[in-house]
């Protein structure tokens, strides 16, 4: 390799890096519609088809990477593994509630807090240090969260808005379980999460029976939305930092209102509106802050 191509290397890949990021931020963003459109199959059997369309399409992957070995990856990502499946999987199922029960911008702005929460999060379970910057973003942030909350009292949302928190939470608990067992294999830890909500949909769905457009739009939320989604960011953390993954990935919380308003017409309120430019204003500083790069390959110091 010569001298030009191996200095070539590093920015092909930090560029293919935020590509990829930038891919799964747009294909999540595709989910608020699609739940929109479901026309009469319920949550907890849209939740059920979307499990088992997201651990198929992830269990794909990982049989194509594992030649042969695909059983011991699965056996060996320890009680660590099981908590990030577990997580996950509760995860799917609020923020699939929350946007029935509230505007998919209120949802998508809410939980487009959690690098916020997470970061708050760390500094109480991992003793990780905030700075006085990071506090004050964070308290910012808040404010945000607070209007949209605001709204949806003022609306009677107020569900779905406390819902929508909830995945916020389980999201942020997923990322410290994450940097508390690193060694973990994260693409058969997060593929058993669809798993771990189509059980506990079994526990609750009232009938299967669903609707072929209803099934197919199931489908697509498990194996596109968040299958494709959640496999596009994973190769991407490997390319570009992880702050730098969550900036790329804000993507999602600008399109998905956008997706939704043209799809079925559905208009955020001024507050939600308001409180959301907010967070989505926090979480960039926190997540540019966070990325150190030399601007001439992309690479984190």
Known sequence: MTAAEYSAAPRNEHALGVVLALMGGAVLSIGGPLIRVIDQADGWT???????????????????????????????????????????????????????????????????????VTAFLAWIILGERLSLRSWAILLLALGGIGLMVGDGLASGRLLGNLIALGATLTFSFLVILLRMNRDTDMLAATSLAGLVSAVICLLLVETLFVSQWDLAVSLALGAIQIGLGFTFITYASRYIPAAEVTLLTLIETILAPIWTWLVVGEVPGLATAAGGGMVLLCVGIFAALSVRVDPAIGQRH
């Open 46 to 116: 849209v939740l059920f088809y979307r499990g088992v369309s997201f651990f198929a399409m992830l269990f794909l992957i990982v049989l194509w990477q594992s030649r042969g070995r695909t059983l011991d990856r699965y056996l060996y990502i320890g009680w660590g593994g099981f908590w990030i499946a577990v997580s996950l999987g509760l995860g799917f199922i609020s923020y699939l509630f929350a946007m029935l029960h509230t505007t998919v911008a209120n949802v998508v702005f809410v939980v487009g807090a959690s690098p916020l």
